[in-house]
Structures are given as structure tokens and as C-alpha cells.
């Protein structure tokens, strides 16, 4: 009977087996899996960290700013909105100031959806939102250009213009404005989680390249009694400083970022919202004086003035954010101007307080002049509101522009340098293995 011949593989496992029963086999076998493991460790830590500095110069470069630009274009609208009604109140006296504001808000907020409709993926909600607000400004500006052209005319109609333009606005134009924002904040929230966490693969790997390192140096002392592998131990150290340059690296990377977004995203976020709310609050104050009661809302069985009511609401908030901010701010350059906001919110309470009392009363001219006068006015108020928190976005602008890019510039170089500190930590592993190879010829 003719032997069973012997399949390729198992003539290879043989083979294999052969070889490392002898010390030149399992040298060799030794140098393939410490070129394998230190290979490994520097294309693992050049690919994580590649992501993670895209990620962290998407969140500098891209998501915030389309973020804080979202919330401008909600800026924008909402004071528009407050504009318009301003100088439909004016009537035949609206200044130049007040006209050119309306003008502006609806220009930053047009060039705004062009750089948001240029950034948005096709098909996302984001584009939705775009499209729709893009749809809906020129509506909305056309309804203000009626409201105003009747109002000069001496035509009551023109309030009901003005009030059909400002529920366009609030129920249409916000929300998707608002939506817009959301969706913005959502990148930016998933770029912040693609930069920081540690790349616990490429340091997995990176120890174990140590400790085979550190066993192959205890092995080749123990057979040769020789202290020191000049290849193994020129490895270790390239392998040593790869692995404390990609901890010690992302480490500053991470604090960098989770700074910019303690300290520059979330008081970015708040102030953003306090302005809204102070600008949809000074809105409804106007809003209310076009009205002149026509607008009425019931809640827990009481009648309110619809834009009284929202207006309470919107100072709520607003004082809700001005605490959160002051809370937030780290510094006094930070913390000054929302303190003065505070301020001048206090004051804005109290001259509508006046004001609304003179309206109730059926003084609708001293209301009038208390909401737009010249002097001792709401308007002083608001305007002051708005500055203070202008200056404040700006400081927290600043400080996340900053840390962001102390974050981003940790990074910089460590893809690039762990493949190559890789290379040569391999090279020296294979000539230190080759130097004791050469022994046996």
C-alpha cells in the first residue's frame, strides 16, 4: 500500500516546526513578530491620531464656526424682527438708524444661509432647513414692506400685516431656524467625540511592543550573558518615546479641547440663547404696542396680552442665561459685561413695568415714548442687553479659539512621527536580531 502522501500545508507546518526547534529558527521568528507588533503600533497610532487631529481641526475650522453661524442667522432673524416693529411703531419718525438695523439683520442673515446651504450635506435636515428659511425670507420681508408702505399711509391694516410677518417669523422662520442650530450643535458634539477620546488601541499595542522587547532583551542575556542588544534596545527606545509622545500628546490635545468646550462652547451656547431671548423679548415688548390688545391668549383660566405674556417668558429666560453665563465665566473679562447685562435687564423690568402700566391705563403715548423715547426709554435697555452680550460672545469666542487650537497644534506632527519612529523601531529590532543571526554562520 502507497504511503499517504502529505498535503502542503501540513509539509508547511512541518517546515515551520523544524525551523523553531532551532535558536537561528526562533530568532528569526522572534524578529518577524517584533517587526509585526512595532509595525502595528505605529500604523494603528499614525491612523488614530490622523483622525483625531482631522476631527479636532473640523471642530476649529468647520463645526463651531458653522455653529455659532447658525445661531446668527436665529440672531438675525429674530432682530430683524424687533427692527421692523420698532419702526413701524415710529411711523412717519423712524430714523435712519433703525431702518439701516432691519436692512443689515436681513443681509447677514441671507449671506449666512449661503455659507450654511455651501456646508450642508444633500438630502440632510440641515439643507431642509435652509431651503425652507430661504423660501420664507423674502415672504417675510414682503409682508414688513406692506406693513410699512400702510402704516405711512394713516391704514390700520398695516398693524395686521405686521402682525401676520411676525407669526411668520415665530412660527415658521424661528423653528427652523432653531432647527438649524440644533442640527449644527450635533456636528459639532460628534467632532468634540471623534477628537478626544485616547486611542487605547495604538497603546494597547504599544505595550505590548514593549514588553516583547523587554522579554526578547531578557532572552538574549540570558543565552549570551551580554548585558545590551544595540538593535533591541534602539527599538525600545523608539518604541518608549512613540508611546510617550502619543499619551503625553493627546493628553494636552484632549485638555486643550475639553477646555475649549467647558469654557467657549457652553458659554458660547448660553449667551447665544440669551440673546434670542432678549431679542424676542424686546420684539413682543413692540409687538404689544402694535397690537393694542388685539391679540390675546388664555392660560389657567386667565386672559393675558399674547405678547405680554411671551414677553414675561423671554425675560425669564434671558435671566436664566444671563445666571448660567455669569456661572460659566471664568475670568473678569468674561464675567463684566454679563454682569452689566444683568444690570440693564433689571432696569429694562422696570421702565416696562411703567410702561405697560401706562398702557393698561389707555395712556398709549406714554407707553409709547417709555418703549421708543429718546431718553429713559426700554430701548436704552435693550440696546445696552445687547451690547454687553455681543462683547461677552466675543470674549468666549476668543477663549475657545484658543484652547481649540492648543488642542488641534498638540496633535500636530504625531501621525506623521509615529510611523516613522515606527519604521526605525522595526529596522532596529531586525538588525539587533540579524547581529545575533550572524552567530550561527
Known amino acids: ?48 491620531m490622523t483622525d483625531r487631529a482631522a476631527a479636532a481641526d473640523d471642530v476649529l475650522h468647520r463645526s463651531q464656526p458653522l455653529s455659532s453661524g447658525a445661531a446668527d442667522i436665529y440672531r438675525s432673524l429674530a432682530d ?17 438708524a433703525s431702518r439701516a438695523r432691519y436692512e443689515s439683520d436681513i443681509r447677514t442673515a441671507a449671506a449666512k444661509l449661503v455659507t450654511a446651504a455651501a456646508n450642508s450635506e444633500p438630502g440632510s435636515p440641515s439643507e431642509a432647513a435652509v431651503a425652507k428659511l430661504n423660501k420664507l425670507l423674502p415672504e417675510y420681508k414682503g409682508l414688513v414692506e406692506r406693513a410699512s408702505v400702510y402704516n405711512r399711509q394713516g391704514y390700520p391694516v398695516g398693524g395686521a400685516y405686521l402682525r401676520y410677518a411676525n407669526e411668520k417669523m415665530q412660527k415658521e422662520m424661528l423653528p427652523a431656524a432653531e432647527d438649524l442650530y440644533t442640527k449644527e450643535n450635533g456636528r459639532l458634539s460628534s467632532d468634540y467625540a471623534d477628537a478626544t477620546p485616547y486611542p487605547w488601541a495604538a497603546i494597547v499595542l504599544g ?13 538574549h542575556y540570558r543565552r549570551t550573558n551580554r548585558l545590551l542588544n544595540h538593535g533591541l534596545v534602539a527599538a525600545s527606545a523608539a518604541t518608549v518615546v512613540t508611546l510617550l509622545w ?32 432678549s431679542l424676542k423679548a424686546r420684539g413682543n415688548e413692540n409687538l404689544s404696542l402694535v397690537s393694542r390688545g388685539a391679540e390675546t391668549v388664555t392660560v389657567d383660566g386667565r386672559t393675558y396680552d399674547a405678547y405680554y405674556y411671551d414677553f414675561d417668558q423671554d425675560m425669564t429666560a434671558l435671566a436664566k442665561g444671563l445666571s448660567q453665563a455669569a456661572a460659566l465665566a471664568d475670568d473678569q473679562a468674561g464675567s463684566k459685561p454679563v454682569q452689566a447685562a444683568q444690570g440693564n435687564m433689571k432696569v429694562w423690568k422696570e421702565r416696562h413695568a411703567d410702561a405697560r402700566s401706562e398702557d393698561e391705563n389707555g395712556d398709549y403715548q406714554a407707553a409709547l415714548d417709555k418703549v421708543i423715547g429718546d431718553k429713559g426709554a426700554t430701548a436704552e435697555c435693550f440696546d445696552s442687553v445687547d451690547a454687553n452680550l455681543k462683547n461677552a460672545l466675543a470674549h468666549e469666542e476668543r477663549e475657545f479659539q484658543e484652547r481649540a487650537t492648543d488642542g488641534r497644534d498638540a496633535m500636530s506632527g504625531l501621525p506623521i512621527g509615529a510611523a516613522m519612529l515606527g519604521v526605525a523601531a522595526a529596522s532596529g529590532a ?9 552567530e550561527y554562520r
Open 246 to 277: 502619543l499619551v503625553v500628546g493627546h493628553s494636552f490635545a484632549r485638555a486643550g479641547l475639553d477646555g475649549s468646550y467647558d469654557h467657549g462652547v457652553r458659554s458660547l451656547n448660553v449667551l447665544h440663547d440669551a440673546r434670542i431671548a
Open 207 to 219: 505595550l505590548l511592543a514593549l514588553l516583547a522587547l523587554g522579554w526578547a532583551q531578557l532572552r
Open 430 to 438: 531586525l538588525f539587533g536580531i540579524g547581529r545575533r543571526l550572524s
Open 1 to 48: 500500500m502507497t504511503p499517504r502522501r502529505r498535503t502542503a500545508f501540513a509539509e508547511g507546518v512541518g517546515q515551520v516546526r523544524a525551523a523553531v526547534t532551532t535558536e537561528p529558527g526562533r530568532l528569526r521568528l522572534i524578529g518577524a513578530v517584533l517587526a509585526v507588533l512595532i509595525v502595528a503600533f505605529g500604523a494603528v497610532t499614525a491612523w488614530q
Open 80 to 96: 430683524a424682527n424687533t427692527a421692523a416693529a420698532s419702526g413701524f411703531l415710529a411711523g412717519g419718525q423712524e430714523t435712519a
